[in-house]
Structure formats: structure tokens, C-alpha cells
């Protein structure tokens, strides 16, 4: 089945600086990555995602960019606020394989003012 | 809001114990999920739901039994559980049966004695 590596586990970053998450899948048929957020006592909330049949998707401050060839997918955080401190979670998902996400481990980011 | 409520947001529990976990979505979703969340490890799958009728089960014990009595309505029946199904359980859905993007609740934080 599908596994898909996360790193770093951990990252600390000052506020105001960039920060980027990076997922290795390694179903070749995998055509949706997102990337969901999840803040303390909340459940995990979808803040990107993109489609294989594009190379890269901003969203103001977040953008991630997929390498289908290498298999890798990123997450980058510019300009980083005390309140983007949070975990943040990549999936890959191959259409027609069933309903399940297959969801990396998790980065824990704090941003520190 | 999500439009995902989860209840209760807490349950300590003991082995012998019967309880449930009670899942409601607002957002006119057709399909839902229960999810486990361990400290280290990828949310895991454990149910789907699809208009009602449960369309996947990934070789969860019988000790937990889930609940689909209408599309806005998903219930998690436990019973003899072990300590080490202490976890987050976190409720989700979907527009369709084949659409990636979840909306979670913010989940019941389970603890088994």
C-alpha cells in the first residue's frame, strides 16, 4: 500500500522567517496531496492541496509544490506568525483506491515571536 | 466551525465499560469517517461510511462497533476496550463517496484505564 514519509518531525522557526515541511510518497498513482493543519484541541483542517497534474498552488502565504518524478511534495510557509504554530499533517491519495487518506506522521511547528 | 461536532470531547473508561462516541455533521455530507489518532503515528482509517451503508472497515476489532442510522449521524459503540485504545477519535465527512476532502471534528480525547 501507500507510505508516506514526513520531515522534519519537529521545526522550531522565528517569526517572520520561511518554513517548509516535506512528504515522500511512494504509490506512483497517487494524484492528491493535501496538506492539513491541526491546532491544539482541534481535529485536523484541510489549508491546501493540489492535484498531479500540477506542478505548484499558492494560497497567500502557503504554497506547495509536487515532484511527481522524485515522488516528493512540499509545504512552504512564508513570512511565519506565532499562530501558524501548529501540526501539520500530508496525504496521498489514488483515485479509484478506496476512501482512505494515507496521512504522514506529522510536523510539529512552532513559530516563536 | 467545521460543521463536524464531536461529543463528548473527553471519556475515561474502564475495561469493562460500555460507551459512545456521537458524531454529528451540519454541511449536507454524504459520507463519514472515523479516524484514530496516536501520539507518533498517521491517523488511521477505521470506518467509512457512504450514504448510510458502511463501505469499508480496516480490520478494526469487534470491540468497537460503529453506527450510521442517517447521512448527519455516525456513532462509535465501545465496549472491552484495552488501554492501549487510548487515543484521539476523530470524526469526519465528506461531500461524496469519492471526495478527498475531509472535514474533521475536533475529536474525543479516549482514555482506557
Known amino acids: 500500500g501507500e507510505n508516506v514519509e514526513q520531515h522534519p518531525s519537529t521545526l522550531s522557526v522565528q517569526e517572520g522567517d520561511s518554513a517548509v515541511i516535506k512528504c515522500t510518497y511512494s504509490?506512483?498513482?497517487?494524484?492528491?496531496f493535501p496538506w492539513y493543519k491541526q491546532e491544539l484541541g482541534k481535529g485536523p483542517q484541510l489549508i491546501i492541496d493540489i492535484r498531479s497534474n500540477v506542478g505548484e498552488k499558492k494560497d497567500q502565504r502557503i504554497a506547495v509544490t509536487l515532484n511527481k518524478t522524485a515522488k516528493h511534495f512540499s509545504l512552504h510557509i512564508t513570512e511565519t506568525q506565532p499562530e501558524d504554530s501548529a501540526v501539520y499533517f500530508c496525504?496521498?491519495?489514488?483515485?479509484?483506491?478506496?476512501?482512505?487518506?494515507?496521512f504522514g506522521k506529522g510536523t510539529s511547528l512552532l513559530v516563536t515571536p | 466551525e467545521t460543521g463536524v461536532t464531536q461529543t463528548p470531547r473527553h471519556l475515561v473508561m474502564g475495561m469493562t465499560n460500555k460507551k459512545s462516541l456521537k458524531c454529528e455533521q451540519h454541511l449536507g455530507h454524504n459520507a463519514m469517517y472515523w479516524y484514530k489518532q496516536s501520539a507518533k503515528k498517521p491517523l488511521e482509517l477505521m470506518f467509512v461510511y457512504s450514504l448510510e451503508e458502511r463501505v469499508e472497515n480496516n480490520s478494526v476489532p469487534s470491540r468497537f462497533s460503529p453506527e450510521c442510522p442517517n447521512s448527519s449521524h455516525l456513532f462509535l459503540h465501545l465496549h472491552t476496550l484495552q488501554p492501549e485504545d487510548s487515543a484521539l477519535y476523530l470524526c469526519?465527512?465528506?461531500?461524496?463517496?469519492?471526495?478527498?476532502?475531509?472535514?474533521f471534528g475536533s475529536g474525543t480525547q479516549l482514555s482506557v484505564l
Open positions: 469526519a465527512s465528506s461531500h461524496g463517496t469519492g471526495e478527498e476532502k475531509l472535514f
Open positions: 504509490d506512483s498513482a497517487s494524484n492528491y
Open positions: 496525504a496521498a491519495h489514488r483515485a479509484n483506491s478506496g476512501y482512505a487518506l494515507n
